[in-house]
């Protein structure tokens, strides 16, 4: 078991993330962090109470002090805004980036050997960042992206046919946005490739329903975004860490050559250990999925260069 993992942002994400982290026993201490030290500090002592129900053993601390983050071997940073309806996640890159650089210092003053894995939006500008300000190996910093998108997609299958969500595998890389690319090629259901089982039709309405899900459920909540499944996306991450478990999948990581790039963030295949990214898979696109892959590119640079842009102001 690892020893201390810090949640950066105590809001619903980081809420619901810590309480999942502390159910599956992914931690000895986790520490919740937030402007409002109380407000941490009851959201932690909330968690702490379920702690008989679920038999975790976890300590679970809150504070408005970044410090308390000394010594934790990972952080999840999910402080700032989230979107609201009718909002892109690009519409809160200037107000996100400021929080992020304020916290993104205090993670290299209190905790310099921990992984990092970022969730606050937009994900794949604030990932870039978070590389670029520290320069720490790329492996230590991951952003959530196409596990979540990768999971979404997997439920619409899973609610679409009526078969086991256990037997579904999806694959969903690219930004996190109205770009991901779903790819179809990879997905299937107990091995057989989803486009004998579904229709083309069908197929099409699962995958811009994936591209929306964000989205499908602001409108629904109205205010709030999604946090349960970001938060279940988030463990599985952390799980694969924990446990050395070596899962292939897709996230946010610096590029440094893969897939024709050089210092841009987007979802790829990576495997995910002790070491944080192990490894990154380079597959091999048809003309499809090339031109997908590369619009997403497209869009995810302009954005890290809008990042460049604001930090230089
Ligand atoms: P929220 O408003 O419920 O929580 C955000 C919390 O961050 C608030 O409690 C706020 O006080 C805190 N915060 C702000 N500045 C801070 C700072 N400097 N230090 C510490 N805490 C600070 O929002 P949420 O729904 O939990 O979403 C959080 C972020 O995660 C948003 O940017 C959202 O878009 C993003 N998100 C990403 C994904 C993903 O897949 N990557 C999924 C869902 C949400």
Redesign the pocket.
């Known amino acids: 078991m690892i020893k201390k993992i810090s949640v950066?942002?105590?809001?619903?994400?980081?809420?619901?993330t810590a309480q999942m982290l502390a159910i599956q026993k992914l931690a000895s201490e986790i520490v919740l962090?937030?402007?409002?030290d109380q407000?941490?500090q009851g959201v932690a002592l909330d968690i702490q109470q379920t702690s008989e129900v679920f038999k975790f053993d976890t300590v679970i601390k809150g504070s408005?002090d970044?410090s308390a983050i000394k010594d934790s071997n990972i952080i999840i940073i999910?402080?700032?805004?989230?979107?609201k309806p009718g909002m892109d996640?690009s519409d809160?890159l200037e107000a996100?980036l400021k929080?992020?650089d304020?916290?993104m210092d205090?993670v290299i003053e209190h905790a310099n050997d921990a992984f990092v894995i970022?969730?606050?939006?937009?994900?794949d500008a604030l990932t870039y960042y978070a590389c670029k300000k520290t320069n720490w190996d790329r492996s230590r910093i991951i952003?959530?992206?196409g596990v979540?998108?990768s999971l979404r997609m997997s439920s619409f299958i899973a609610m679409e046919t009526g078969l086991s969500i256990n037997d579904i595998k999806t694959l969903v890389l690219g930004g996190?946005g109205d770009t991901m690319v779903p790819l179809i090629r990879y997905t299937s259901i107990g091995g057989v490739p989803i486009t004998q089982l579904l229709s083309k039709d069908v197929i099409e309405g699962i995958i811009q329903r994936t591209r929306d899900g964000?989205a499908e459920i602001i409108n629904l909540k109205k205010n709030?975004?999604?946090?349960d499944?970001?938060a279940a996306?988030?463990t599985v991450m952390i799980e694969s860490i924990v446990h050395n478990k070596k899962r292939l999948v897709p996230c946010i990581s610096l590029l440094e050559g893969e897939y024709g790039q050089n210092g841009l963030a987007i979802g790829v295949p990576v495997v995910l250990g002790e070491n944080g990214i192990e490894r990154i898979i380079e597959l091999e696109f048809n003309d499809e999925e090339n031109a997908l892959f590369s619009q997403s590119v497209s869009v995810t640079h302009d954005l890290a260069l809008e990042v460049d842009k604001l930090i230089s102001k």
Not at 78 to 83: E, I, N, Q, S, V
């Open positions: 950066i942002g105590a809001g619903r994400v980081g809420e619901t962090i937030d402007l409002d407000y941490a408005g970044i999910t402080a700032g805004l989230p979107r996640r809160v996100n929080i992020i304020g916290v205090g970022m969730v606050t939006n937009p994900v952003g959530q992206a979540l998108d996190h964000g709030s975004s999604a946090y499944a970001p996306a988030v």
